[in-house]
């Protein structure tokens, strides 16, 4: 069975720093671009950074770029989320997601419009003081 596992959410402080992690298990990540969604309370899920399945390629929401860092390790199966100069704002859900089909390319990173077919369950992020 194939899952995405999300993890290392929690309570920050605004100005503060979290790191997510997205695993993979009953699949390799390898040929997988990876997208982090998060949906917050009375709000539309939204589209907050991806990756192409090498890590060559990022994509990042205005909301976040140049406070939050998308990376993955490929051989540890798993995908990150640096958060840092966290705001209210960033308070949400979570989640990250894979589409089914697997790429060769190297640079290619989805839209956060399209369809994903793997999701997490999801981990929560505070940022309150």
């Known amino acids: 069975q194939l899952q995405l596992v999300e993890s290392g959410g929690g309570l920050v402080q605004p100005g503060g720093s979290l790191r997510l992690s997205c695993s993979a298990s009953?699949?390799?990540?390898?040929?997988?671009?990876i997208v982090w969604f998060r949906q917050a309370p009375g709000k539309e899920r939204e589209g907050v950074s991806s990756i192409s399945r090498t890590g060559g390629r990022t994509d990042y929401a205005d909301s976040v770029k140049g406070r939050f860092t998308i990376s993955r390790d490929n051989a540890k199966n798993t995908v990150y989320l640096q958060m840092n100069s966290q705001k209210p704002e960033d308070t949400a859900i979570y989640y990250c997601?894979?589409?089914?089909?697997?790429?060769?390319?190297?640079?290619?990173?989805?839209?956060?419009?399209?369809?994903?077919?793997?999701w997490g369950q999801g981990t929560q992020v505070t940022v309150s003081s």
């Open positions: 009953g699949f390799t990540l390898d040929y997988y671009p």
């Open positions: 997601a894979a589409q089914s089909r697997r790429y060769e390319s190297t640079w290619y990173v989805p839209s956060f419009v399209e369809e994903y077919d793997y």
